[in-house]
């Protein structure tokens, strides 16, 4: 097997990794907080992270990976805008609608475009800004419901927008100029991010929640989500990095919307979440954007002088995992037309006790709601 070959198989790996674990983690933490009503969402973060260092810590002693340090200023700089970035998101969550939320996410990536092309002289094709607006126009039809604007929740969208943007790029730029794996830069920066969190968390969790962390009654069952959750988390830091590194800030992004989707129409099949044709119409726009942005990708990416069924077969090599979800998304509506007739589901008549946030129902800024996360 050639090394181009190993590459494309080890891209569509780290992709598929981060679509299953993500997707895994929202699960498990719709149960945590929507049933189990544990709502520190930044506190958890600190949590994952914590654990992820010393998982990490734990193969480096087995001698899975190499220690390799470099710039220890730079390794700080990134560990503390990291978690800086997911406090932010955070807020912009608890102080804006659901809907101007994902607005802000879909800010993500023009965004990125707009900073690398500005200061890392990177071309992007009209091609691939076509495909990328597809998506963005997908994920916004599916996902964005009411805009309300209020000068501090914009304030903080803008921030939060700004520091994914310019941590997710650093993430690709420190891996190629130290030369590190994902998993020896995921390894230094564990420990800021952790601690920026940490320290941080408690705090923001009362002024969203307006309860606290240490005050809350920690039952079994919820040490036992806590500690699922954190154990899933290592997966998921662990393929972002590796995602990142192995394609770029870009494309992380795009396959973020297509988690969304997936989360989308998960909660519809399984949990029976407020769902419509809208929503299909959008995550069906959305996959064709992803599978455009693969394939103009792909196409940019090969010389010219390729042969044309060489160049078709790595299209469809980095579209496989855009197809695979797309045709699990399809089985989904089928099982839910099936499971329609049935009103004696279990999981479904589970989560007929929680309260979830009507889309017609506008929020109250300011003033943290514990499904505000699961929707967005």
Same mark, same amino acid.
């Given at each position: 097997m050639s090394e181009g070959q190993r590459f494309q198989l080890g891209t569509i790996g780290?992709?598929?990794l981060s679509v299953v674990s993500s997707v895994s983690i929202v699960i498990c933490n719709k149960a945590l907080i929507s049933t189990l009503g544990f709502t520190f969402a930044t506190t958890l973060t600190s949590w994952h992270l914590l654990v992820t260092f010393c998982s990490l810590h734990v193969a480096l002693w087995m001698k899975f990976f190499?220690?390799?340090?470099?710039?220890?200023k730079a390794v700080m700089g990134f560990g503390i805008l990291n978690g800086t970035s997911i406090g932010l998101l955070n807020l912009s969550l608890g102080f804006n609608s659901v809907g101007f939320y994902q607005m802000t996410k879909l800010a993500i990536i023009p965004c990125t475009v707009?900073?690398?092309?500005?200061?890392?002289?990177?071309q992007f094709s009209k091609k691939i800004r076509f495909s990328l607006t597809v998506l963005l126009m997908g994920v916004g039809?599916?996902?964005?419901?009411?805009?309300?604007?209020?000068?501090l929740g914009s304030v903080l969208s803008l921030l939060a927008v700004l520091t994914?943007?310019?941590a997710q790029i650093m993430t690709n730029t420190i891996q190629k100029k130290y030369k590190v794996s994902s998993t020896q830069l995921l390894y230094q920066s564990c420990p800021y991010q952790a601690l920026t969190l940490f320290i941080v968390g408690p705090f923001l969790d009362a002024l969203l929640t307006n309860k606290n962390v240490f005050a809350f009654k920690y039952t079994p069952l919820v040490?036992?989500?806590? #500690?699922? *959750?954190?154990?899933? *988390?290592? *997966? #998921?830091?662990?393929?972002?990095?590796?995602?990142?590194g192995k394609t770029s800030p870009v494309t992380y992004q795009v396959l973020g919307h297509l988690k969304t989707c997936l989360v989308l129409a998960f909660g519809y099949v399984l949990l029976h979440d407020p769902f419509s044709w809208r929503n299909i119409l959008g995550i069906l726009i959305a996959v064709v954007g992803m599978v455009l942005y693969s394939y103009f990708c792909t196409r940019d990416a090969q010389p010219k002088v390729i042969e044309p069924l060489t160049q078709l077969s790595q299209v469809i090599i980095n579209s496989i995992p855009f197809l695979c979800c797309f045709m699990y998304f399809c089985c989904c509506l089928i099982c839910f037309m099936l499971l329609k007739e049935s009103e004696s589901d279990p999981l479904i008549n589970v989560e007929?006790?929680?309260?979830?946030? *009507?889309?017609s129902s506008p929020q109250k800024l300011g003033v943290w709601s514990s499904d505000k996360d699961l929707h967005a």
């Amino acid at each position: 097997m050639s090394e181009g070959q190993r590459f494309q198989l080890g891209t569509i790996g780290a992709l598929g990794l981060s679509v299953v674990s993500s997707v895994s983690i929202v699960i498990c933490n719709k149960a945590l907080i929507s049933t189990l009503g544990f709502t520190f969402a930044t506190t958890l973060t600190s949590w994952h992270l914590l654990v992820t260092f010393c998982s990490l810590h734990v193969a480096l002693w087995m001698k899975f990976f190499e220690h390799k340090p470099f710039d220890p200023k730079a390794v700080m700089g990134f560990g503390i805008l990291n978690g800086t970035s997911i406090g932010l998101l955070n807020l912009s969550l608890g102080f804006n609608s659901v809907g101007f939320y994902q607005m802000t996410k879909l800010a993500i990536i023009p965004c990125t475009v707009l900073l690398e092309t500005l200061f890392f002289s990177k071309q992007f094709s009209k091609k691939i800004r076509f495909s990328l607006t597809v998506l963005l126009m997908g994920v916004g039809i599916a996902t964005v419901t009411d805009l309300q604007l209020n000068m501090l929740g914009s304030v903080l969208s803008l921030l939060a927008v700004l520091t994914t943007c310019v941590a997710q790029i650093m993430t690709n730029t420190i891996q190629k100029k130290y030369k590190v794996s994902s998993t020896q830069l995921l390894y230094q920066s564990c420990p800021y991010q952790a601690l920026t969190l940490f320290i941080v968390g408690p705090f923001l969790d009362a002024l969203l929640t307006n309860k606290n962390v240490f005050a809350f009654k920690y039952t079994p069952l919820v040490l036992g989500f806590i #500690v699922l *959750s954190c154990m899933i *988390s290592v *997966s #998921v830091n662990f393929s972002t990095f590796l995602v990142i590194g192995k394609t770029s800030p870009v494309t992380y992004q795009v396959l973020g919307h297509l988690k969304t989707c997936l989360v989308l129409a998960f909660g519809y099949v399984l949990l029976h979440d407020p769902f419509s044709w809208r929503n299909i119409l959008g995550i069906l726009i959305a996959v064709v954007g992803m599978v455009l942005y693969s394939y103009f990708c792909t196409r940019d990416a090969q010389p010219k002088v390729i042969e044309p069924l060489t160049q078709l077969s790595q299209v469809i090599i980095n579209s496989i995992p855009f197809l695979c979800c797309f045709m699990y998304f399809c089985c989904c509506l089928i099982c839910f037309m099936l499971l329609k007739e049935s009103e004696s589901d279990p999981l479904i008549n589970v989560e007929n006790g929680v309260n979830t946030v *009507s889309e017609s129902s506008p929020q109250k800024l300011g003033v943290w709601s514990s499904d505000k996360d699961l929707h967005a």
